[in-house]
């Protein structure tokens, strides 16, 4: 367990204006590690990853990524030194195929490398002139996904990513997801504890703006018994 941190949150707090929502947040993530946060809606968990993505501004606290500080970075800046976020809402680009979702994605990050995707998710390369409009959930999953790990993240920050997916989906996801993280740590939020319990090495536990547990013994995360904190 020698593993150094590629991530440390450190007493992070947000506001929408005047309403708190995030209070003295802190975290960490190894590097090549997988760690969920669950938490009921509007506990909190997408104000973090959008915080710790640099898409919002946290009114106190730190979010240090391979030792540099992100906070005050703009999002695109995070993006290209190898920390994604992808977000719950799925979204692509309706009108463009596969193809041009991905190459936009290319033009952004400089990285060409297909191949991993198409390596990690084969049904993309038979999709690769389908219009997005025309994909399934979890084809536009796969999507998301496939462009973050073009330009080699060292980070996923993945927002409910099995919201509305088919359980045989989720099956697949979760085997990816295992696969990935050989290359880079991922940190899922969200509410299916199923999906959690098979890929997370470690859990936090999300209420009203906190951090109220951390789940690491492996017995705990196997029976979902973690599940009175939701
Ligand atoms: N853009 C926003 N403006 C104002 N309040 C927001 C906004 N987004 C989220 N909130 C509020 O912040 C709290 C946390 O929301 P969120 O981070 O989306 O939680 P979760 O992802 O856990 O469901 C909720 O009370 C929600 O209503
Ligand atoms: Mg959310």
Redesign the pocket.
Known sequence: MGRPNIVEVKNLSAA??Q?K??FDVSLKIKANERVSIV????????????CMASLLAPTNGSVVYDRTELVGKQSYEVARMGLKYID?DKHVFLDLTVRENLELSSYATGDYDWDKVFKHFPKLKILIDRKGAYLSGGERQMLMVGRAILGDPKVLLI??PTEGLAPSIVDDLVTTFHELSKDCAILT?GQNLSFVSRIAERIYA?KE?KLVAEITDAAEIKNSSYSHYL
């Open positions: 929408y204006g309403s929502v995030l938490g009921r809606n509007g506990a909190g968990k997408t104000t973090l990853l959008k719950q927002d409910e939020v999300m703006g």
